[in-house]
């Protein structure tokens, strides 16, 4: 220890070392925890997010599905009674707004429009035609539920067979129903920063969701910065990305993790710091007890020197003073 402590810049370069490799290692170690804590807790927010858009699918098909299985739709298919319709879509009224839908399409076997009913509040670029006969050629007849594209803007839209209540009867046409996707809706909760439609393609991912109503979601999430942006893939029947969601939100656990684990570091690097310190006095004191020892100890011997060689000399005086007087 005294070798040690007597190179003062040897100690100090090793005690530098240490504490670099230690906070380097325990900063690592650590984080990777509040990383992977952090992937699992988006992770749950985003199937939180899918379960809206499920939860929102279910509510379109419910109400489609009433509808298309109801007795006066099944006859009007086929007499296309106005009746029906000024009872279910009187002017000025808000039917569609009240049942959260922004179009309902009644179409018949052959795909030919017995009517359709718009949102008022529903604006596009193109007429409503173009619309029908675009969303109807996108949809995929084996789905009933999906998220559908026109204009660069995306539709959960929902089909169901009109027959009788009971369900008998031969399918007279088809119901489609379906509102615009509201990014602002998606997150109501505010659980994220930001959440927007995107439309590049990326295909690397590495996690995946499910869903009730739609295909597999493929997940790509980064951490950069202060975000943590994760990129959601949705997939048509035939695997081909259909609609993509970037959202981002903050790296709150990530960062707090980080600031735990500095003020952890800081305190055990203190504490060793104080260790080292007291460890370094006790020692200088060890050292000074020691010196002050070997002084008197020193100065006892040089002492007992000085009075064995007094001795020495009163001998030999006296020895002296005894041969003079014998000869006399």
Known sequence: MKTIFKNRYLVLIIFILYLLTFNILSYNYFLEDFKNLEIKENKKNLSSLINKIDNKLENIYNITN?????????????????????????????????????????????????????NKNFELKKNNNEFITQIIQEYNKEEHATILTFENRYFYTVKASILKSDS????????????????????????????????????????????????????????????????????????????????????????????QILIFNTIISSLFIVLLYILYIHTSYQEKLKKELHEKVKEEIDKQRKQEQLLIQQSKLAAMGEMIGNIA
């Open 66 to 118: 009433d509808y298309a299985k109801w007795d006066k739709t099944y006859d009007f298919i086929l007499t296309k009674d106005k009746q029906y319709i000024y009872d279910l879509f009187r002017s000025n009224s808000n039917t569609l707004a009240d049942l959260g839908l922004d179009f309902m399409i009644f179409q018949n076997l052959n795909y030919e429009t017995i009517y359709s009913n718009f």
């Open 168 to 259: 008998t009867g031969k399918i007279r046409g088809y119901l489609f129903a379906g509102k615009e996707v509201s990014v602002k809706e998606l997150d109501s909760a505010a659980i994220f920063d930001k959440i927007k439609i995107n439309p590049k393609e990326e295909k690397k991912f590495n996690d995946s969701l499910n869903s009730r109503y739609l295909h597999k979601i493929d997940i790509f999430a980064t951490l950069k910065d202060k975000d943590i942006n994760s990129y959601l893939y949705f997939y048509n029947h035939n695997k081909q990305i259909k609609f993509s969601l970037k959202v981002s939100q903050k790296k709150e656990i990530y960062i707090k993790g980080q600031k």
